[in-house]
């Protein structure tokens, strides 16, 4: 257990459908990134928050996903319209600092499934 | 813009032997470098990471790595695998003075371990 908990574990829902999945972080991580794992491949890079700002999107951050941080504290992650190829493992990980030495901790991981 | 490539998709060992799975990256500068693993359906855990100084590091689990710049490697050994080392194992870079400092991960290479 990293400290880093994402809920829900396990997500199930109809194309077309709205999803929303949680991050709640290490308290003290003004840093926090969200990836997508797709099934046999390593995490590919979402988005980053630094405290509550959004700073860096990827080219994979469609317009129907959007991400929040209020506060600076958990963070959010919803996809609009969901389609199958979002089925997907979306992880969460946090960090501190503003560098890049300090490790990143990742979270258990949504899964999400488009049926 | 950096990659990692893993050239093992599957590597199977039996309980005791030596372990080394390989890293390559690609990086103009020198690269912040981390192993994580993976066990079935959770997060990833950090083994090790390397960022400056002694080519050899030591991580976790009897986890050790080699970073070597003339062949932009990162491979990861063990010298006696246990059952429980069975996962997926990630190789990824960080680069400096990114921003965000994204982690660009490879594909992985699962482990398999014969009792």
């Known amino acids: 257990d990293t400290g880093v908990s994402q809920n829900p574990r396990h997500k199930i829902t109809k194309r077309g459908q709205n999803v929303t999945f949680r991050c709640d972080p290490i308290?003290?991580?003004?840093?926090l990134y969200w990836y997508r794992q797709t099934l046999g491949q390593g995490p590919e890079f979402l988005t980053y928050f630094q405290n509550e700002a959004q700073l860096e999107k990827s080219r994979l951050l469609s317009d129907r996903f959007s991400a929040e941080r209020p506060k600076g504290s958990f963070s959010t992650l919803e996809i609009q319209r969901t389609e199958q190829g979002d089925s997907a493992m979306y992880l969460c990980a946090t960090k501190t600092g503003t560098g890049g030495l300090e490790t990143q901790y990742f979270g258990p991981g949504t899964r999400l499934l488009v049926l | 813009a950096q990659s990692v490539t893993q050239p093992d998709i599957h590597i199977t060992v039996s309980e005791g032997a030596s372990l080394e799975l390989r890293c390559n990256y690609s990086y103009g500068a020198t690269p912040y470098l981390f192993w994580y693993v993976q066990s079935p359906g959770q997060g990833l855990q950090l083994l090790l990471k390397?960022?400056?100084?002694?080519?050899l590091v030591q991580g976790i689990k009897g986890f050790e790595a080699e970073f070597k710049r003339s062949q932009s490697s990162f491979n990861l050994r063990k010298p006696s695998v246990h059952w429980s080392d069975a996962a997926e194992y990630f190789c990824?870079?960080?680069?400096?003075?990114?921003?965000?400092?994204?982690?660009?991960f490879g594909k992985g290479t699962k482990l398999s371990v014969i009792p």
């Open positions: 390397y960022f400056s100084g002694d080519t």
């Open positions: 308290s003290e991580h003004n840093r």
């Open positions: 990824a870079v960080g680069a400096q003075g990114a921003g965000s400092y994204q982690l660009t």
